[in-house]
């Protein structure tokens, strides 16, 4: 069963910065992409960014240059390096992972996320900015 759980969450000036963690457990992030995506109540679920299995990447417009996704090179544990935080950032985040026939490119795996196509979820950590 695969198990992903998300950490890092916390509170946070304007223009702070903070690191989510994602570990997964039976399961490796190398067999298909993984993403991060977030979600605020009464809003659209955003796709914030896709990694690939090669390790290729793709982000939202809104966090392009301030988020950074990356994986170990075991492919147990993602990572998002949110920088230049903004109060529009506050939202639950969570990490997933994708199925495969979506992932043939990242840009498309961001779109997956946003309609909730995922092979698997984390409950989620919350990230407030304040202004």
């Known amino acids: 069963q695969v198990r992903l759980m998300e950490s890092g969450g916390g509170s946070v000036q304007s223009g702070g910065s903070l690191r989510l963690s994602c570990a997964a457990s039976?399961?490796?992030?190398?067999?298909?992409?993984m993403g991060w995506f977030r979600q605020v109540p009464g809003k659209e679920r955003e796709g914030v960014a896709a990694?690939?299995?090669?390790?290729?990447?793709s982000y939202a417009e809104s966090v392009t240059g301030r988020f950074a996704i990356s994986q170990d090179n075991a492919g147990n544990t993602l990572y998002l390096v949110m920088n230049s935080l903004k109060p529009e950032d506050t939202a639950l985040y969570y990490c997933?992972?994708?199925?495969?026939?979506?992932?043939?490119?990242?840009?498309?795996?961001?779109?997956?996320?946003?309609?909730?196509?995922?092979?698997?979820w984390g409950q989620g950590t919350q990230v407030t900015v304040s202004s």
């Open positions: 997933a992972a994708v199925p495969a026939d979506e992932c043939v490119t990242t840009d498309k795996a961001l779109g997956a996320m946003r309609r909730g196509v995922f092979v698997s």
């Open positions: 039976g399961y490796s992030y190398r067999r298909s992409c």
């Open positions: 990694i690939g299995s090669d390790g290729s990447t």
